[in-house]
């Protein structure tokens, strides 16, 4: 089903679907879910984000599934140049962790900008509480 977002004249700002995402049977139906804004200029709804029935998300790119299983849990992509944000306070820190969240395992490393200082910190452990650390 689709919600489409659109003013009296019908012109189009966005939408909402959900979708088949593969070939539905009777003990099988994957879906996705598709966000979609139109862009100053242009009169059509362009997919922005999607959730596919794996539950890879795509920013900017629908097919997250298609890249690396390592690496396509959350895939953000464009045509030109592409960044991710991590917004801290100034006197505040921007974190990357990773870890499986098990235990005293709750992460393994993890990279730390602090923006009062405007240093980097990686901090990766091995083994059982041997850390080593690069101070960029």
């Known amino acids: 089903g689709n919600i489409v977002f659109s003013d009296s ?28 804004t139109t862009a100053s200029g242009s009169t059509t709804p362009t997919e922005r984000i999607r959730i596919d029935s794996s539950g890879n998300v795509g920013i900017g790119e629908s097919s997250p599934s298609s890249y690396d299983s390592g690496a396509r849990n959350l895939v953000v992509g464009s045509n030109t140049h592409t960044g991710i944000l991590i917004k801290a306070g100034t ?19 993890f990279l730390a900008y602090n923006h009062n200082e405007n240093t980097l910190r990686m901090e990766i452990v091995f ?3 041997k850390e080593m650390q690069l101070i960029l």
């Open 9 to 36: 004249a019908g012109l189009e700002f966005g939408a909402i679907e959900f979708v088949a995402d593969g070939t539905p049977s009777g003990s099988s139906t994957p879906g996705r879910f598709v966000v979609k």
């Open 127 to 129: 083994y059982k509480f």
């Open 91 to 109: 006197s505040s820190y921007s974190n990357l962790y990773f870890g499986d969240g098990t235990g005293s395992a709750s992460y393994s490393g």
